[in-house]
């Protein structure tokens, strides 16, 4: 498909477990981002990635959440210790470059934290 | 700090009817904006998108206005049908080219 695919589509884990959360953008996008959306409510910027340039991070939770980006495409987002506040939607976009290009999602990943 | 905010969190429309879905923003240095659609248990979906040297843009059967003045969006949707159920967002580029959401409308279509 040539849209933004998100894997897991639902993880289910009890506190305390690592997750890893993966998003394959679309081809040819060099801007990627990941986004978190509990229940209800808006979504919640986490980090970006641009082309090779230093990811701004300055939406991380905790220094529990990491994510890569490796060879400007597939992206890893990483929660190490998981807490029952970490459930949510946690959803990936990617556009062709930032700032005046709509950025395309993936449906999500639900993580539910037992 | 700078958010963006939408007046109505719920909205019901009869079928065929015109919608009207507005959103408040308050970084006046904010300069494109986008609306997204998102269905239950899917991704938000683009809509539309406007520039801030704009201050109407048109689609297929959407509409958004930007009025910089009192930063102010809308969302005009035309002959509503089923399938524009949803839930809509503003969103705004915000700081380090990151989207800054809404909490969004829920937009009903009644048969």
């Known amino acids: 498909g040539a849209g933004v695919s998100q894997s897991p589509s639902n993880k289910v884990t009890e506190k305390g477990k690592d997750v890893e959360l993966r998003c394959d953008p679309i081809?040819?996008?060099?801007?990627l981002y990941w986004y978190r959306q509990s229940l209800g409510q808006g979504l919640e910027f986490l980090i970006y990635f641009q082309g090779n340039s230093a990811p701004d991070k300055s939406g991380l939770p905790s220094d529990r959440f990491s994510a890569e980006r490796t060879g400007g495409s597939v992206s890893t987002l990483t929660i190490q210790r998981t807490q029952q506040e970490d459930s949510a939607v946690y959803l990936c976009?990617?556009?062709?470059?930032?700032?005046?290009?709509?950025?395309?999602f993936g449906d999500g990943t639900r993580l539910s934290i037992l | 700090g700078e958010s963006v905010g939408l007046h109505l969190p719920t909205l019901s429309v009869q079928e065929g009817d015109n919608s009207i879905i507005n959103c408040a923003y308050s970084n006046s240095a904010s300069d494109y904006f986008i609306w997204y659609k998102q269905e239950s248990g899917k991704g938000p979906q683009f809509i539309i998108d406007?520039?801030?040297?704009?201050d109407k843009r048109q689609g297929q059967r959407v509409t958004v206005l930007l009025n910089k003045t009192v930063k102010h969006l809308s969302l005009q949707i035309a002959a509503t049908q089923p399938g524009d159920s949803a839930v809509y967002f503003c969103a705004e580029i915000w700081g380090a080219q990151k989207l800054v959401f809404g909490q969004g409308t829920r937009l009903t279509i009644n048969p």
């Open positions: 406007i520039r801030s040297n704009m």
């Open positions: 081809s040819g996008h060099t801007a």
């Open positions: 976009a990617s556009s062709d470059r930032t700032g005046d290009q709509p950025q395309h």
